[in-house]
């Protein structure tokens, strides 16, 4: 039970990582794109 513990929490960190990776790319891509004022 440990262990099925241990992998959950190693999913949830991957999975945040890559969230976190795909909203720094978005915002990259959205500054390039917006003009600013």
Known sequence: MKIDLHL???RR??????A???R???KSYYDAKVRSR
């Open 8 to 10: 959950v929490d190693e």
């Open 24 to 26: 720094r790319q978005v």
């Open 13 to 18: 960190e991957q999975a945040y990582v890559r």
């Open 20 to 22: 976190e990776n795909y």
